[in-house]
């Protein structure tokens, strides 16, 4: 029995000394001191030996118990201390990092900014209202007739309690006008939405950019003047400015304002449908009923107003062939037009 228990210890000692991984471990530790191991059987053997020798192979049996559970326990510590290791050089810090991808502004938003900045410098305020208006803001104030088509539930967009989702900038004037009182010279860039069906040049949500000028003695030439000055600054030098006749029912007159197109320069291409102008939005002089309404004096003061499209603005200066691009968010398109935060 004592050779037996000196060879077991010798085996239990290789195996351990080869243990791996941890469950190595485990089934050492089951094969040399669990209940069916060869150590245990040993202890229910006892009973052969006599008395006298009893105590002493008792003694022995504990001792190599003892030992093979410690050299167990330390090939165990040894294997997670190595495991560790490992793990351990994958998260050197003394590395470089992983590059970050840094988030950057949508063309819409660099866009937006640049138009505030440059109305800033001619002196222009910035005004704010809500998206969802009611129907004297959005229709009533602007003069707009009861049964005019844009009212329509087709053009539309009507939310609970009379309220309407704005289909233009155009309210933030009768908001201005209501609250404050002549000179005025504010713009308001903001979302509009109709219900559209998204396709190349429409969208269901989309930016415009109100302007406002209220005082005494401004003229349709003042308003040319701004949007000559807008156009130049935003798109170059040598970019020119019109404006056509029109109608809308809350100026008059009304126009339609166009500048030379920034791709071709005017001599005709695909982006002007070869027209050489490319329209940019509706302007006129506020139309002294809306002026009535507001009880602002038409007979002291005069205005014009005007409404640019953002989205078409950001297309021409990205080179954006189709709206839906803008809100479609595909980051590897917006990467393209990535603006610095
Ligand atoms: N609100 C008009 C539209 O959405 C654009 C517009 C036309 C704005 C004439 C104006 C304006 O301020 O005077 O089509």
Not at 99 to 117: C, F, K, N, T
Not at 175 to 201: A, L, Q
Not at 301 to 313: K, M, Q, S
Request: hydrophobic residues 40%; negative net charge; proline residues 6%.
């Amino acid at each position: 029995m004592k050779d037996q228990l000196e060879l077991m210890l010798k085996e239990a000692e290789q195996e351990i000394a080869l243990c791996s991984n941890p469950n190595d471990i485990l089934n050492t530790k089951a094969k040399y001191l669990g209940k069916k191991s060869a150590l245990n059987s040993l202890y229910s053997r006892m009973k052969e030996l006599s008395a006298e020798e009893r105590p002493a192979f008792g003694n022995q049996l504990n001792l190599v118990r003892a030992r093979i559970e410690s050299l167990i326990t330390e090939r165990g510590n040894a294997i997670k201390e190595a495991s560790w290791a490992k793990k351990a050089v994958v998260f050197d810090s003394s590395m470089p990092g992983m590059p970050l991808d840094r988030g950057g502004y949508h063309p819409l938003s660099i866009v937006r900014r640049e138009i505030d900045e440059v109305f800033l410098s001619m002196g222009f305020e910035i005004a704010e209202a809500f998206d969802i208006e009611d129907e004297f803001h959005n229709f009533d104030a602007l003069n707009t007739p009861q049964d005019h088509p844009s009212r329509n539930l087709a053009d539309t967009f009507y939310v609970e309690g009379g309220k309407l989702l704005r289909t233009q900038t155009s309210t933030v004037q009768i908001r201005v006008m209501e609250s404050y009182k002549p000179p005025i010279r504010i713009i308001s860039p903001g979302r509009c939405y109709r219900n559209d069906k998204p396709d190349p040049s429409h969208s269901p949500v989309f930016h415009q950019v109100e302007a406002l000028v209220v005082d005494k003695g401004i003229s349709m030439s003042d308003l040319q003047d701004t949007l000559q000055n807008f156009a130049a600054i935003m798109f170059g030098p040598n970019v020119k400015s019109r404006i056509r006749p029109h109608f809308f029912p809350f100026t008059e007159p009304s126009a339609e304002m166009d500048i030379s197109c920034v791709v071709c320069g005017g001599s005709g291409c695909r982006v002007c449908k070869q027209s050489g102008w490319l329209e940019m939005g509706g302007a006129g002089m506020v139309d002294p009923a809306v002026f009535d309404i507001l009880g602002i004096d038409s007979e002291i003061y005069t205005g014009f107003a005007f409404g640019l499209g953002i989205e078409r603005i950001a297309m021409l200066k990205y080179n954006i062939p189709d709206m839906r691009i803008l809100f479609e968010n595909d980051l590897r398109m917006l990467r393209q037009f990535k603006g610095e935060m």
